[in-house]
């Protein structure tokens, strides 16, 4: 008789080190799924603050994990050659009981959770579903359309008000701004895969939604681009959102509160997959890379007045007809990791290029360094976003102090790889 090989036996596993690896909220630490179980690490310095590896050998897989902050809950969805759970589980871990504290079935695999002190937000294959983060975990809202395999994100912001109502104003005793808590969602539009909806979760906070009452979600459409968007990325301030098409040559950013076009910037001109952005904890700088292992740095928005992107040399020269790209803005600085990896010689190039990292940045005054984690080779890399002089050549004395006066105030800056470690 013919029967229907299983599901597991069609996706093929890796044996990477890592199956996931995502950092929490503010980057502090990240948590890694395994085989056998998950492990926590603190992001710098490096250290092993948990490893839980299930004694269960015949169910023990993890595929994601999704910590909360830095507390005892983490967010499991089984994986592996043998799955802890079905992938259509979500497992909300409490490891100072160690036992579930949660369970949420559906009706399709779990593509990515996120967490916050209020909301549980689950991506599924079409939909996003979003719960209440208690005991009773009852679901806030029907199902949110998206479009298949779609990319979303979701953040936690405060807010600050300064404007107040006619009672409020009576009742408090001075102009005191008050500041709210907001949970922001964006994911692509089902009807046309290039917009963006984000919606403002405090909405779903009152205490008269019901399940039954199928309470829809108001959010606002952003026309972001032509063809179905790859990636969504907020910053951590929920007032920009950061989005790149499957072309991966153009990221733009926008505004959540009114949807207006802030930044365009160029990646390249050839055709890339970009597979991780992050922006830096104050929102100024974006981190991108993309499968051919290439790390850009953008900076995003201009606070001491120096904007350290770069642009084309012919950009401001007056052609008939100029081609888009002359009048792109690119990165401020990137580097092609392969050259800053001398610890892993032993990789050949298949391996390197099928590897995946997650980006997260280091929480320092200047935000300077950012932090990249192997999934298939398990290694932790710390890089540093430095300002080097720039070269000057002249042929006589004359042009070299011309050369030297025009370039002495721009500032040129480059990525350098710290150190490395094995985990």
């Given at each position: 008789?013919?029967t ?8 093929p596993?890796?044996d990477g080190r ?12 990240f948590s890694c799924?395994?085989?056998t179980?998950?492990?926590?690490f603190?992001?710098d310095p490096?250290e092993?603050k948990l ?9 023990s897989?993890?595929?994601?994990t ?7 809950y983490?967010a499991l ?5 043998k799955p802890r ?5 979500l497992v ?8 579930e504290?949660i369970?949420?079935s559906?009706?399709s695999?779990v593509k990515e959770?996120?967490?916050s002190?209020v909301?549980?937000?689950?991506v599924?294959?079409n939909?996003i ?5 208690s005991a009773?975990?009852?679901?806030l809202?029907s199902?949110?359309?998206t479009c298949?395999?779609?990319?979303a ?8 008000m300064?404007r107040?109502?006619?009672?409020q104003?009576?009742?408090s ?7 709210i808590t907001?949970?922001i969602?964006a994911f692509?539009s ?7 909806q984000?919606?403002d ?5 009152s205490s ?11 959010t606002?459409i952003?026309?972001a ?7 969504i990325?907020?910053s951590?301030n929920?007032?920009m959102?950061a989005?790149?098409s499957q ?5 733009r950013?926008?505004?959540?509160q009114?949807g207006?076009?802030?930044g ?8 890339a997959?970009l597979?991780?952005m992050a922006w830096?904890p104050?929102?100024?700088?974006l981190?991108v890379v993309?499968?051919?292992q ?14 350290k992107?770069?642009t084309?040399?012919l ?6 007809w100029?081609?888009k790209?002359l009048d792109s ?13 001398k610890g892993?010689d032993?990789m050949?190039?298949?391996?390197f290029y099928n590897d995946?990292?997650?980006l ?5 005054g200047?935000?300077?360094?950012l ?6 080779s398990?290694?932790?890399e710390k890089?540093?976003i430095?300002?080097?002089?720039p070269?000057t050549?002249a042929?006589?004395e004359?042009?070299q102090?011309?050369?030297?006066a ?8 480059e ?9």
């Amino acid at each position: 008789m013919n029967t229907r090989p299983p599901i597991v036996a069609s996706n093929p596993v890796s044996d990477g080190r890592f199956l996931g690896v995502n950092f929490n909220q503010d980057y502090s630490c990240f948590s890694c799924s395994t085989q056998t179980g998950f492990m926590v690490f603190n992001v710098d310095p490096l250290e092993c603050k948990l490893s839980r590896q299930f004694s269960n050998g015949n169910a023990s897989g993890i595929a994601t994990t999704r910590m909360l902050y830095r507390t005892n809950y983490v967010a499991l969805v089984g994986g592996g050659r043998k799955p802890r759970y079905p992938p259509n589980k979500l497992v909300i871990w409490d490891d100072l009981q160690q036992r579930e504290s949660i369970t949420l079935s559906f009706m399709s695999a779990v593509k990515e959770m996120f967490l916050s002190r209020v909301h549980i937000v689950v991506v599924l294959e079409n939909s996003i579903e979003i719960y209440e983060f208690s005991a009773s975990h009852k679901r806030l809202i029907s199902p949110l359309e998206t479009c298949a395999g779609a990319a979303a994100d979701f953040v936690v912001c405060q807010r600050t008000m300064r404007r107040l109502s006619a009672t409020q104003a009576q009742a408090s005793s001075g102009n005191i701004p008050q500041t709210i808590t907001k949970g922001i969602l964006a994911f692509p539009s089902a009807r046309n895969p290039g917009q963006v909806q984000v919606a403002d979760l405090s909405h779903l906070q009152s205490s008269e939604i019901e399940e039954r009452a199928a309470t829809q979600l108001p959010t606002s459409i952003i026309k972001a681009h032509k063809t179905p968007i790859r990636l969504i990325k907020l910053s951590p301030n929920g007032s920009m959102v950061a989005t790149c098409s499957q072309q991966g040559t153009i990221i733009r950013i926008f505004s959540t509160q009114n949807g207006s076009l802030l930044g365009e910037f160029r990646r390249g001109l050839d055709r890339a997959d970009l597979y991780e952005m992050a922006w830096s904890p104050r929102s100024n700088r974006l981190a991108v890379v993309s499968d051919k292992q290439t790390l850009h740095i953008f900076q995003v928005t201009d606070e001491d007045g120096d904007m350290k992107n770069k642009t084309h040399v012919l950009k401001d020269v007056p052609f008939f007809w100029k081609p888009k790209y002359l009048d792109s803005t690119w990165s401020m600085c990137s580097l092609h990791l392969r050259s800053a990896l001398k610890g892993r010689d032993s990789m050949n190039d298949q391996d390197f290029y099928n590897d995946r990292c997650k980006l997260g940045w280091c929480q320092e005054g200047d935000e300077d360094s950012l932090v990249l984690i192997w999934k298939q080779s398990g290694v932790w890399e710390k890089y540093a976003i430095l300002e080097k002089e720039p070269k000057t050549y002249a042929v006589n004395e004359t042009l070299q102090t011309s050369v030297t006066a025009q370039n002495q105030n721009k500032k040129h800056w480059e990525i350098v790889r710290e150190s490395w470690r094995k985990l």
